[in-house]
């Protein structure tokens, strides 16, 4: 699916298996994703400020100089996932799973992740200012430059 450069914002989509998608330089402001699976996909440069994904699946996708500020990404999983020069600024990480994902000189300033999952994440360079950290597990996290 070419969704490249593709007006979607505040699109609603529940349950969608979006696979192979190319959503780069798409404008996702403001859409609500529900329950929805996507493996492959490239949203990179993408606009996804003030999102929301609730229980969303993400495998082998990437997310790289995507805006993603003051998105919701609550419940959600990703595995395999590059959030390289993203802005995720203000986001809402709150119990979200992120799996071998890797984040370098992205900007997480302010983002909430309260009870996340970090396992085998790489985030350097990345800023963690005013981040919400509060009950977050870590294993094999990676900060170093």
């Keep these: 699916m070419n969704f490249h450069r593709a007006s979607l914002a505040a699109v609603y989509a529940t349950g969608a298996n ?30 996804l400020r003030v999102a929301k994904f609730s229980e969303c699946f993400f495998i082998s996708s990437s997310f790289d100089s995507t805006n993603m500020r003051r998105s919701d990404f609550g419940g959600t999983h990703f595995s395999g996932v590059t959030f390289n020069h993203a802005i995720l600024a203000e986001a809402q990480f709150e119990d979200t799973v ?8 992205a900007d997480l300033r302010e983002a909430n992740l309260v009870g996340a999952s970090l396992v085998n994440v790489r985030l350097p360079k990345a800023n963690l200012s005013g981040a919400r950290v509060y009950g977050t597990s870590a294993w094999s996290v990676d900060l170093t430059d």
């Design 18 to 47: 979006v696979e192979g998608a190319d959503l780069s330089a798409a404008d996702l402001s403001g859409a609500y994703f529900v329950k929805c699976r996507c493996a492959l996909a490239t949203f990179t440069g993408a606009d």
């Design 98 to 105: 992120f799996r071998d994902c890797q984040f370098e000189e």
